[in-house]
């Protein structure tokens, strides 16, 4: 299922857009400062990203370039209440794929995301490798030292997502957005129960916490 980053700090539209696209069979998770849009920006577990300019505290302009400088090639699809042609221009110069003007029709809007969905992108390794692991994302097995392990479908999904940033610290917060799809859930330990599982099975000096901020896959 496709995930979709909304970007968004008025509510009002953040809810309109998500139970739309939620309602077209995509899945979303909605933010609204700048850290936490280049936060989950940079997991890479995101098919597009719909990025509102006007956010309370930067320029979308700001949120597009910091994703852009930390390699993040994920479709980037503007929402902004300016029309000016100068804004249109500036955000497609530095990295967006396109752009939607508010007030919208969400019609008009799902049909911006499924086209940039459709778009060519580069084929992705059907094989992640870190540490002496290898996920396959076909037959959603993990080979530890060469030896095969079955994963849950969540076991997997946080398998993933670790694989693909290995080395670098993953909040509680990320590993929930993008497994589970919760926006805030500071009480859950369900993050912690299967880090735990995936310990297990790959070997827990695989996956170090990280006090106070979340874990982190050996390299």
């Known amino acids: 299922m496709s995930r979709i980053l909304i970007v968004e700090d008025e509510e009002r539209i ?3 857009v998500r139970k739309g696209l939620d309602a ?8 609204g400062t700048r850290a936490e849009a280049v936060d989950y920006a940079v997991t890479g577990g995101f098919d597009l990203v719909l990025l509102d300019l006007g956010l309370p505290d930067t320029d979308g302009f700001d949120v597009l370039r910091r994703v ?3 390699g993040v090639e994920v479709p980037v699809v503007i929402l902004t209440a300016r029309d000016g042609v100068r804004d249109t221009v500036t955000g497609l110069e ?3 794929d396109d752009y939607v003007t508010k007030p919208f029709r969400f019609e008009e809007l799902l049909a911006r995301v499924r086209l940039r969905m459709r778009a060519e992108r580069p084929a992705d390794l059907t094989v992640l490798r870190a540490g ?3 996920l396959d994302l076909r037959t959603r097995r993990v080979a530890v030292e060469g030896d095969s392990v079955d994963l849950t479908a969540r076991e997997f999904a946080l398998m993933e997502l670790l694989m693909r940033h290995p080395g670098q610290v993953l909040t509680r917060q990320q590993m929930l957005s993008h497994v589970w799809g919760y926006d805030h859930d500071p009480g859950s330990n369900v993050v912690d129960v299967f880090v735990r599982a995936l310990r297990r099975k790959v070997g827990a000096e695989r996956i170090v916490t990280v006090r106070g901020m979340g874990y982190r896959l050996t390299g």
Do not use: E, M, P, Q
């Open 14 to 16: 953040a809810s309109f």
């Open 68 to 70: 852009r400088s930390l």
């Open 24 to 31: 077209s069979g995509f899945t979303t998770t909605v933010v």
């Open 94 to 96: 530095i990295g967006a």
């Open 132 to 134: 002496g692991l290898a």
